[in-house]
């Protein structure tokens, strides 16, 4: 098994997790001291400490149980590079949960989010294995589900100190920042054209079967938790394939799955419906490497009757006596 905090990619992939760090970091920053974010500080903290401290703890027990040096030992640098993608989401989770002021649902979420890349991996080919779970996206739903009384922080906390351009300035930077990155680091572009795409689509099926206003359908995508969904959210690299069919497929599945939660009344449907497309790829692919697997030879005796099969080439089972 791979180091957790190990690049499968190019170089790109580190980039972009420095700068999608960076931008997280920033916008958490300008929430708590000028766009007028609810939580407290004390969440942020919270989040961040517990994340920090589940993925060293893990990685450690997983490097101590493989035999190998864990990958953060080599200087500050290799260390903050290894936490990036838990930073990430801790601030995420604290940034868009609202759980009044009780800090332990935001560890729980946080938590469930960090230990969902080690409990839950699928093969990804030659041997390698992966997380397929969003962790941000992860613990939120989990939190959501479990605890009906937490909800998501309330859409005006992002732009409420603003006022004139400024409300329109920092959804612009969001957006460009976001196309920025899935252009030239992450190449999620053509899944958030599907997500996009989709997304207006099953607004005008609803629209046309439910009767629902087509405006009032497609209002989400005015708001600041839409757009961090859209750009910082489900574009995740590690969680994604890597392909354009592969891509559109995903996004369009996410969209298409939000819009059944959203005719059957089921609120959140951003979080719940990337939570499940996110394990239908990760069935999806653990059936596969099921199927392209081979049956172990079966012996008589001493000796062994040679066979061939694989469950992904043909049906038949030969076998040479």
Known sequence: MPPRGESTGPDTRLAALRRFAAAITILNVLGHFVLGFEQSWAQPLVALATAYTMELTLETVGAWADRRPPPFRGGWCALIDFLLPAHITALAVSMLLYANDRLWVIAF???????????I??????GRVRHCLNPSNTGIALTLLLFPWVGIAPPYQFTENLEGVGDLLLPGVIVLSGMFLNTRFTGRVPLILAWLGGFVLQAAVRS???GTPMVAAVLPV?????????FYMVTD????????LGQLAFGGSVAATYGLLT???????????????????GLGLTALAWARSPIPIPTHGD?????????????VLEVAE
Request: net charge positive; proline share 9%.
């Open 263 to 281: 005719a059957s009344h089921v609120v959140f449907g951003l979080f719940f419906s990337l939570l499940i497309v996110c394990s239908a790829r």
């Open 109 to 119: 979420a946080t938590a469930m989010g960090i230990g969902s890349k080690t409990l």
């Open 121 to 126: 991996r699928v093969p990804v080919g030659r």
């Open 222 to 230: 005015t708001g600041m938790a839409f757009l961090l969904f859209t």
């Open 208 to 210: 046309l079967a439910q």
């Open 303 to 315: 000796r062994p009757i040679p066979a061939r099969v694989s469950l992904a080439s043909s049906p």
């Open 237 to 244: 690299p590690a969680t994604t394939p890597s392909g354009t």
